[in-house]
């Protein structure tokens, strides 16, 4: 599975929109790109994923660029409970269950 | 409710003992997981299992155990074996699929001393 990079930390103002920048240069072609958080001391939470095009869902919304080197998780209005950290896992599409590589995330606080 | 559990929370043990944790899901998941976790570091695979009384390792098996004799349950053992015990450990379960999602049960925090 390709390798990601994402900052360690960030700050975001509760009911702004943040922004959590992912970078994976070396993703291949079947690889999608998934974003799980973890709220302290809990299990991750799976948020969305997706291959090449942009995708939304209820929590958040997942913007690829063109080249497929990086992404963008977007929480549009951050709440408190948003407090988090965030993973970007790349993974490879096809074939049955496997695992997860997880990186050591951004630590996002949202404040008042 | 349909979940994911593990037992107990907390657990302590004295060096040199063996441990089970438990974890059930009765999501009717064929796949589960078991990952460990370090303090301000991700998650690292120790075992996983995608059908009954099948496992494979992940990429830290060594001092650990599982077994799968049912398809709700998956308990993981760390064994005396197993140099620096201390850890978070979360189960995970999915659907024997592509691209499925992984849920997480609670966790177990576990202190070696």
């Known amino acids: 599975d390709a390798k990601t990079t994402q900052p360690p930390s960030m700050d975001c103002a509760e009911g702004r929109a943040a922004n959590l920048p992912c970078n994976h240069s070396?993703?291949?072609?079947?690889?999608?790109v998934y974003w799980y958080r973890q709220i302290h001391s809990q299990g991750p939470q799976y948020i969305i994923h997706?291959?090449?095009n942009n995708e939304t869902n209820e929590m958040a919304s997942l913007i690829i660029t063109e080249d497929r080197k990086s992404s963008t998780l977007i929480l549009p209005h951050a709440t408190l409970r948003d407090t988090a950290v965030y993973y970007c896992i790349v993974r490879v599409g096809g074939g049955t269950a496997s695992k997860l590589t997880f990186g050591t995330g951004t630590r996002l606080q949202v404040t008042l | 409710d349909g979940g994911i559990t593990q037992s107990p929370k907390y657990l302590f043990r004295k060096e040199g003992q063996n441990v089970t944790l438990s974890c059930e899901q009765n999501?009717?998941?064929?796949?589960m997981y078991w990952y460990r976790q370090d303090p301000g570091q991700g998650l690292r695979l120790i075992y996983y299992?995608?059908?009954?009384?099948?496992?494979q390792k992940g990429d830290i098996a060594e001092g650990y155990s599982v077994s799968r004799e049912k398809k709700e349950s998956f308990p993981l053992t760390v064994t005396s074996a197993q140099k620096n015990p201390t850890a978070f450990y979360l189960c995970?379960?999915?659907?024997?699929?592509?691209?499925?999602?992984?849920?997480f049960g609670p966790g177990t925090r576990l202190t070696v001393t």
């Open positions: 070396t993703i291949s072609g079947n690889e999608y």
């Open positions: 999501l009717n998941h064929d796949a």
């Open positions: 995970a379960s999915s659907f024997r699929a592509p691209l499925v999602e992984q849920y």
């Open positions: 299992s995608q059908i009954v009384n099948d496992f």
């Open positions: 997706g291959l090449k």
